[in-house]
């Protein structure tokens, strides 16, 4: 007996796992959720927004290394939150060396010039009352290695790399899941009721579609105000139009068919008709459409935030630390904008190629 699965799902899936890069590009993205989820975990910089620096360190080449000193504080208990939140930023100070006499630890703070370095004394009793030097010297005193270096303010690309992964991976689910919703609903009623709905939704889709995208959605962000969870509302009511156009040509040819004359037959509402038959007969494309929205989200954020108008400092974003940092494109320091940049590049095309993968799986012509 043949076993094997001959749903449409079935040879959709079998067909998409035959696609080299569209695998590899789902497992990317799947490791980039994940990175993005854990980022304070996996984040050398794990303060709030990895927004701790210092500027005497500012714009270091990769690799950099450093000894920092460091004061105990306050509330050094670790709460749940900060796995995924981040830490309260300590207290340290990059050093170039320090001396360690009596009662008392003299350093001298960092800078590109020795000859010009601050001294500064300190009791060993800032450390806590127990402190010894051995303690002072395991658990204040450390080398700390910044693998790509550090940006314009003193702070660690790597980290902020990492914790700005979160505004991109966001934006594409959030502003997806908003062009879903409305673009299915609007689609959905125009395709099944036509008539004056269709030409009153085609009319709204045509006005929408006619303004360009990112003064669009610069127009909603201004309107709503800059912040974080703004700019994803603003991004995905400019995307649904897309998705809207498609469900509807969707549901025109599919209400034609057999069965949903049948329902109707039946005397079903039309309400259970369009979402128990019609629907989920016409999400192919609509998946297509959404991982290519993933990619134009992230664009559109990453545009957004170099304008100023996205996530607002100090959460790290990809377009932002582009534009803090695409000066130095030309001052011999380019790595400051390319690493958010490739980050961005990777990412969009991942979703892309993903995309092409689905469309060549649920095609099915492409046998």
């Known amino acids: 007996m043949d076993k094997t699965n001959h749903s449409l799902t079935g040879l959709a899936l079998q067909k998409f796992k035959k696609n080299f890069w569209g695998v590899l590009s789902l497992v990317f993205i799947a490791l980039l959720v994940l990175v993005s989820i854990f980022a304070y975990v996996l984040s050398p910089d794990s303060t ?50 320090y001396s360690i006499v009596k009662d008392s630890l003299t350093y001298f703070e960092y800078t590109d010039e020795p000859d010009l370095a601050v001294s500064k004394t300190v009791p060993l ?102 912040g974080f969870w703004q700019v ?25 068919m057999q069965y949903v004359t049948a329902a109707r037959a039946l005397g079903y509402k039309n309400s259970r008709i369009i979402f128990n038959h019609i629907l989920p007969n016409s999400m192919a494309p609509v998946i297509v459409i959404s991982a290519a929205n993933f990619a134009s989200a992230i664009l559109v954020e990453s545009g957004l935030s170099f304008l100023g108008l996205g996530a607002q400092p100090p959460i790290p974003s990809w377009g932002g630390m582009i534009k803090d940092h695409y000066n130095y494109i030309i001052l011999g320091k380019p790595y400051l904008a390319m690493a958010p940049g490739i980050a961005m590049l990777l990412l969009v095309l991942a979703f892309m190629m993903v995309g092409n993968a689905l469309r060549d799986a649920l095609d099915v012509k492409n046998e």
């Open 48 to 97: 709030q927004n990895a927004n701790w620096g210092d500027l005497s360190i500012h714009s270091k080449s990769p690799g950099f290394k450093v000894t920092m000193l460091s004061f105990p504080s306050d509330n050094e208990e670790t709460h749940v939150s900060d796995y995924f939140m981040g830490k309260t930023a300590a207290f340290k100070i990059p050093i170039l060396k």
């Open 125 to 226: 009793s800032a450390f806590g009352a127990t402190a010894t030097v051995a303690s002072i010297e395991k658990d204040f005193i450390k080398e700390q290695t910044f693998t790509l270096g550090t940006d314009s303010q003193g702070r660690d690309l790597l980290s902020r790399l990492i914790i700005g992964s979160r505004v991109s991976i966001a934006i594409g689910f959030v502003a997806v899941f908003i062009s879903l919703v409305v673009g299915i609903f609007f689609g959905a009623i125009a395709g099944y009721y036509g008539g004056k709905v269709d030409a009153f939704v085609m009319w709204l889709v045509n006005i929408i579609w006619s303004i360009p995208t990112l003064l669009l959605v610069i127009a909603i962000t201004l309107a709503l105000g800059k």
């Open 232 to 256: 994803f509302v603003a991004v995905g009511l400019t995307m649904w139009v897309e998705v809207a156009r498609v469900v509807r040509g969707q549901v025109m040819s599919i209400k034609q």
